[in-house]
């Protein structure tokens, strides 16, 4: 019995023979050790093993990365990027409630010209900026929190399941769905 893995979604399938697998999708990982149930057999990144809790913890940290890939869509990356939008958003706050005070994030997005996509215009003045933020905001929390709810779902099935075919299928998660 030999264990192969897909090259791209990391799936990995015991096989009697190779033969039929293409090998520019497949990779060969090796005979699986008697002693190992097939429907156990991992890759641990040296050998075939029966660990099911590295496989655990290696799809947690793939469904971890996938939501990523998907929050990627919807933000810009960075640590600082993310502080500009808290900042942004701490602005656009505080102008609604009526707070006085320069808003520099808000002025930055008028004098930038940003475009509004629900009217297709630019940002005449702070207040129409405040509202983008809170807009964009409130979409960010639709989308977030799906993606979350999600994630954090697939991850609780993929600790659930007994067996790696269970665990596995966990990670199977319809991100489009989610996020359209």
């Known amino acids: 019995m030999r264990l192969i893995e897909h090259n791209v979604t990391g ?4 096989v009697e023979s190779t033969d039929g697998y293409d090998p520019a999708e497949w990779t060969d990982r090796g005979d699986v050790p008697a ?6 057999a991992v890759w641990d990144g040296d050998a075939v093993a029966a660990d099911l809790s590295r ?13 990523e890939a998907v929050r990627l869509r919807f ?5 600082g990027q993310a502080m500009e939008y808290q900042e942004a958003l701490t602005q656009a706050r505080a102008f609604a409630d009526g707070g006085a005070g320069t808003y520099p994030m808000l002025a930055a997005d008028v004098a930038a010209g940003t475009i509004d996509p629900r009217t297709g215009e630019a940002v ?3 207040a129409q900026a405040a509202d983008l933020v809170l807009w964009s905001y409130a979409q960010w929390i639709a989308a977030g929190s799906a993606i979350r709810e999600a994630r ?24 489009e769905a989610i996020t359209s």
Do not use: N, Y
């Open 152 to 175: 954090l779902a697939a991850k609780a099935a993929v600790r659930e399941a007994t067996t790696r075919e269970a665990k596995v299928a966990a990670t199977q998660v319809d991100w």
């Open 124 to 126: 005449a003045d702070e």
């Open 11 to 14: 799936e990995t399938q015991c």
């Open 75 to 79: 933000i810009t990356p960075g640590a």
């Open 55 to 67: 496989l655990e913890m290696d799809l947690i940290a793939r469904i971890d990365a996938e939501a």
């Open 35 to 40: 002693e190992i149930e097939p429907q156990d």
